[in-house]
């Protein structure tokens, strides 16, 4: 059954495919015996891309072994010198040494034995059965099965680094791949993940190089998107392999700690307060009814402490502030109904509001500006303190 909308981020694809095979091989790995030449039948291949995120894919389901990793890499003794160097550089610049990794779609075990004679507790996991056996028959810490649901739990989690070699672009469940990895790492943990380099395809015209295993086809861009948003930090991406290969170095997104603000919060309500205190009653106004000072004024409690709020946007004037519910006037209030003192709260405009005060009124109103760092005296005339 085809497909119309991204794997990724459900954006539709754009309405005609970019390109249309007839009569492909229907797998990378669908040799034949002789006896089963004459039901053989090729498969007709849709290269479509999605209008919204831009990433390029097939419309048509996975071969039937896409939860299984079948590699040859191990018959390259350049490959096997090249990711031993690589593997080595990875550990050592990520201090893994003597830490749990994790190779999510580990086949046979050709890379968790190079990974293994690094330094690191090297661990698999892979959905063939032959491969899982081979495995452990060799002595490699290898669990069998399929990340298919970001709660999947993978034995002897959690681990401190993950790799996903040319396996990604196999996956019709990209996203929940990623986040049932993300879920069984430790915090801080980095990986790699590569996938065949789909901007090299194109610089070089390799019409050749789709097949139905490979439903997604990543440039450097779409497989940084993906990864970012599905909880990872690119720390690092490069083009390897006679630039066959895209390979990205990512670390767990981290939750942010903002408890921080709070006692920020208590800092500058504790200055504003105490600012409002050296005046009598009502005799203090706010200047500024952006959403800053509309915040600032429910979260500190100062709206039955200050008589009104100017602001200069007529739409705002003559309304209440909502929560406060205090009245907003024009400046020419400041003549009607006079303040001795002002708390400038306009943000970027604050050196403009109080520059246009002082103009009009000279010194004979106290200003106040509120920074990111606190409150700013600019003048202080009317200063009375109450007993």
């Known amino acids: 059954m085809k497909i119309s909308n991204c794997r990724v981020c459900s954006g539709a694809f754009y309405k005609t495919p970019l390109l249309r095979y007839e009569n492909m091989p229907s797998s990378a790995q669908g040799f034949l015996e002789s ?14 891309q999605c209008s919204v995120c831009g990433l390029v894919q097939l419309n048509n389901e996975p071969v039937s072994y896409y939860k299984e990793v079948i590699r040859a890499t191990a018959i390259s003794q350049e490959m096997t010198q090249f990711r031993l160097r690589h593997f080595s550089d990875f550990i050592d610049s990520y201090n893994l040494q003597g830490k749990k990794v994790l190779e999510v779609g580990c086949g046979k075990g050709e890379f968790l034995n190079l990974m293994k004679k690094c330094g690191v507790e090297a661990h698999g996991l892979e ?45 019709p469940e990209p996203n929940e791949l990623l986040q ?8 801080g943990a ?15 015209n390799l019409f050749s190089e789709f097949i139905s295993d490979h439903l997604f086809y990543f440039t450097k861009d779409t497989l940084i998107s993906t990864l970012q948003r599905n909880g990872f930090e690119i720390l690092g991406c490069e083009v390897i392999w006679n630039d066959y290969i ?15 603000f709070y006692d920020y919060q208590s800092r500058i309500e504790e200055q504003i307060i105490t600012y409002i205190k050296r005046y009598k009653p009502g005799r203090v106004a706010i200047y500024g009814a952006g959403h800053q000072s509309l915040a600032i004024i429910s979260l500190t409690n100062i709206g039955n402490k200050i008589k009104y709020i100017i602001d200069d946007a007529p739409f705002k004037q003559n309304k209440y502030t909502p929560a406060t519910h205090v009245p907003i006037v024009s400046i020419d209030e400041l003549e009607k109904d006079p303040v001795d003192a002002i708390i400038i709260m306009a943000a970027s405009y604050s050196n403009e509001v109080s520059k246009k005060v002082v103009k009009r009124f000279k010194y004979d109103i106290d200003l106040a500006i509120l920074r990111d760092y ?14």
């Open 35 to 48: 006896t089963e030449l004459t039901n053989d039948t090729g498969a007709d291949l849709e290269v479509c």
């Open 246 to 260: 895209i390979s990205v170095v990512v670390k767990k997104r981290e939750r942010l700690e903002l408890a921080h």
């Open 127 to 171: 959905y063939g059965q032959g491969s899982v056996d081979r495995c452990l028959e060799s002595g490699l810490l290898v669990e069998k099965g399929y990340i298919d649901s970001s709660n999947y739990l993978v034995p002897g989690a959690p681990y401190d680094a993950f790799f996903i070699m040319n396996f990604f672009e196999h996956v």
């Open 374 to 387: 606190g409150l700013e005296y600019v003048c202080e005339k009317y200063w009375v303190f109450e007993n």
């Open 180 to 187: 049932g990895i993300g879920n069984n790492l430790s915090e």
């Open 190 to 204: 980095v990986g790699i993940i590569e996938v065949p380099n789909f901007d090299m395809i194109l610089k070089n």
